[in-house]
Nanobody
Framework: QVQLVESGGGLVQTGGSLSLSCEPS????????MGWYRQAPGKQREVVAT???????VYADAVKGRFTISRNNAKNTLHLHMSALKPEDTAVYYC????????WGQGTQVTVSS
């Protein structure tokens, strides 16, 4: 069973920055792709950014130019750096990893105050 442990959420003011981290229980390169999703109250979970095993990033239009997905090979971690945050970025953020099936982290709350 794969486990994804997230960290780094919190409360930030509009325009501020936050970074999220995700540590999988197995080698990060064993997954076809990894990514970050988010779910705001009353809304469906949506993709924020994904990163293929080869390192190709893909971003949702809403976060392009503001968020950066990356991985640290030495630490076996996935990261999401968020800048120029807006109140509409408020959501629970989930780490995702795919290898034959989807694996999810427990989620970390990001709140952006206006």
């Amino acid at each position: 069973q794969v486990q994804l442990v997230e960290s780094g959420g919190g409360l930030v003011q509009t325009g501020g920055s936050l970074s999220l981290s995700c540590e999988p229980s197995r080698n990060i390169y064993s997954f076809d792709h990894m990514g970050w999703y988010r779910q705001a109250p009353g809304k469906q979970r949506e993709v924020v950014a994904t990163l293929t095993a080869s390192g190709l990033p893909v971003y949702a239009d809403a976060v392009k130019g503001r968020f950066t997905i990356s991985r640290n090979n030495a630490k076996n971690t996935l990261h999401l750096h968020m800048s120029a945050l807006k109140p509409e970025d408020t959501a629970v953020y989930y780490c995702n990893a795919h290898s034959r099936m989807n694996y999810w982290g427990q989620g970390t709350q990001v709140t952006v105050s206006s």
